[in-house]
């Protein structure tokens, strides 16, 4: 466990330093905004003009500082501090992603980023000469990752699984909505896809990541709070599943005869709540719901439907599918439907370091929160390489991945400086 901050690693500034930050992050914030595919809403997708501009900005910002910057063989925007006279120094990385969803919010992802390189240029230590260099033993990175959402390609984390060193050469195949292949996305950028894996990193090479970001939730606005520690990020399983019945004539086809598959997969979907609702920390989500034929005076003969099942613990989400699976099962016996189903996607839980939650908690001080987080970060492909901890800022009515998502310029000092704090906290523990 972390001892109990102390003055040696409080933060020696003024309030002025840490406000004047605060603006900075949400000036960029809107700046990055202006970088869009969509004119009158945020949409940045990876291995784009706009994901090229956007790591043009970040780099420019982190030379501002001193650092040396570079684009990894993924596309992933990385400045580094090294202390001086150790250049090959082991790095605490910081850092989140700047791509986003279509019609996005301002700041899921891109406020950590920002929020890092203002840690660096609190805690950066600057010679007679103007030479800048980290004040700790060990470097300070802060990385911009090129694909958290995954909303071109469909497979989510890619940047950070290229660090990770997690690359999947079956993506290389994934295609946009386009018909462009990742492949050739990939070239296309200036990217050479034979040295994708020059972009992982060795855990040796690293001490920890920190990640700053928004709440995607309600928790931190419904109990006052601006900052939170964040203990874990949720387990995932995705589902893609097909009821089958049969197609017939919508006016000739009594009720006791119809085999509705869309009335079935309706029924499951209704029965995904009622089961992750009586589960403690479980969330199930239809999130697609397609029929076939789809015409307007035909039964319904088959449906699809995606599943995305969330939870804080593996074994709980696990539990948690089997009785949906035996619900359906019992849906699909009465109405005289089949059902399958194919998993297409599946995480298990990321636990924060105890070390880095206790710095973070340090940070921030007083009786600070802890959260699980329900979303899915980037820290959970880095967790692979490295401890990880996150800290979450209060998120107004917890809205995300949409444009009235939102972070009080008050709330981002206070992100800052306890961001900071945990990171000379993390200084200040033995070796």
């Known amino acids: 466990m972390a001892a109990p901050m102390t003055t040696a690693t409080r933060l020696q500034v003024a309030p002025e330093l840490i406000a004047s930050a605060a603006r900075r992050v949400m000036g960029r914030c809107e700046e990055l905004a202006r970088v869009t595919s969509t004119p009158g809403s945020i949409t940045r997708v990876y291995l784009s003009p706009e994901h090229a501009r956007v790591n043009r900005l970040a780099a420019e910002w982190m030379r501002e500082l001193g650092m040396t910057t570079r684009q990894d063989a993924a596309g992933n925007q990385v400045g580094r501090l090294a202390p001086r006279g150790v250049p090959d120094a082991p790095a605490l990385l910081m850092g989140s992603h700047l791509d986003t969803v279509p019609d996005a919010g301002r700041f899921d992802g891109i406020v950590g980023v920002l929020m890092a390189l203002e840690v660096v240029r609190l805690l950066r230590r600057v010679d007679a000469e103007g030479s800048a260099s980290s004040p700790f033993p060990f470097a300070l990175e802060v990385i911009a990752f090129s694909d958290e959402e995954g909303t071109r390609f469909g497979k989510a984390l890619l940047g950070s699984s290229a660090v990770a060193g997690q690359w999947d050469d079956t993506w290389w195949e994934l295609t946009d909505a386009d018909g462009s292949t990742l492949r050739e996305a990939f070239r296309e950028f200036g990217l050479d896809p034979g040295r994708v894996g020059e972009a992982a990193r060795r855990p040796d090479e690293l001490v920890g990541y920190l990640e700053a970001h928004i709440e995607q939730g309600p928790e931190l606005h419904r109990s006052g709070q601006a900052l939170a520690a964040v203990s874990s990020i949720a387990s995932a399983r995705r589902f893609q599943l097909v009821v089958e019945g049969e197609a017939r004539h919508a006016g000739g086809t009594p009720y006791d005869m119809r085999r509705d598959a869309l009335l079935g997969a309706s029924e499951a979907a209704l029965a995904v709540e009622r089961i992750c609702r ?154």
């Not at 802890?370 to 809205?399: E, K, Q, Y």
């Open 278 to 431: 009586g589960e403690h920390h479980i969330v199930g989500t239809v999130g697609q719901l397609e029929a076939f034929p789809g015409a307007v005076n035909v039964v319904p003969g088959e449906a699809h439907f995606s599943l995305d099942l969330r939870g804080e613990f593996d074994d709980s989400r696990d539990h948690a599918w089997e009785e949906l699976s035996l619900e359906l099962d019992a849906i699909m016996g009465r109405r005289g439907l089949r059902w399958n189903a194919r998993e297409v996607h599946s995480a298990p839980a990321v636990f924060c370091a105890p070390l880095l939650q206790d710095v973070v908690r340090a940070g921030i001080g007083g009786e600070a929160p802890t959260l699980f987080s329900r979303a899915g970060h980037d820290a959970m492909s880095i967790g692979a390489i490295t401890d990880v901890g996150m800290l979450f800022l209060r998120n107004p009515d917890g809205i995300s991945h949409h444009p009235d998502e939102a972070v009080a310029g008050a709330d981002v000092a206070a992100g800052i400086r306890a961001l900071a704090e945990a990171v000379l906290h993390l200084g200040a523990e033995p070796r």
